[in-house]
């Protein structure tokens, strides 16, 4: 492999275009721009409405490219899941949305191998205190409240389950 350059770009995921600041970084290199794009739009397509890191390599030699997607922040998985544009601004007296323990789960899953969480259990309680900044509620109730049940194992079953 030939000299490789790496760059970093933070796209709308699945509206990746030519333009700034992909086309004017990578076109210079003599690759082909559009390529790339169109690439990246497909592999951000699940991510539609959220801005997703993406980390393109190319070979300047063989002009060849790698395409790496990074994960949406964990307050853009939770607000898609909740069907939100944005948390509360005052999380502790308004709640703007609600997620079922299921998405909860999911959102760990997804990031617990970029993560320094222990286990899913762990992961789950850092997406739960997103939550709680964000105002979102869990299942109906306060996140504070799924929160401290989680640390007293009520969700245990359902968590090894998912596992």
């Known amino acids: 492999m030939g000299e490789v350059k790496t ?3 933070l796209v709308n995921g699945g509206e990746a275009s030519a ?4 086309g004017p970084a990578l076109g210079p290199l003599g690759v082909n721009v559009t390529a ?3 690439a990246i739009n497909e592999k951000t397509q699940e991510y539609k409405g959220m801005r997703v890191p993406v980390k393109v390599k190319i070979d300047v ?6 395409i790496e997607v990074g994960l949406p922040p964990t307050t853009a998985l939770i607000a898609k899941e909740a069907g939100i544009e944005k948390g509360s601004s005052n999380p502790k007296m308004e709640f703007v949305g609600n997620v079922s323990m299921d998405k909860i789960v999911k959102i760990a899953k997804l990031k617990l191998d970029k993560s320094y ?11 739960i205190g997103t ?3 964000m105002g979102v509620k869990i299942e109906g ?18 968590l090894n389950r998912k596992g």
């Open 141 to 158: 109730k306060n996140p504070r409240d799924v929160m401290q049940e989680v640390k007293e194992g009520k969700w245990d079953d359902f």
């Open 36 to 38: 790339i794009v169109r």
């Open 61 to 66: 030699e063989k002009k060849t490219f790698e």
């Open 117 to 127: 969480a222990k286990d899913l259990k762990s992961m789950v309680k850092e997406v």
């Open 131 to 133: 939550c709680i900044s």
């Open 7 to 9: 760059f970093i770009f």
């Open 19 to 22: 333009g700034p600041p992909i």
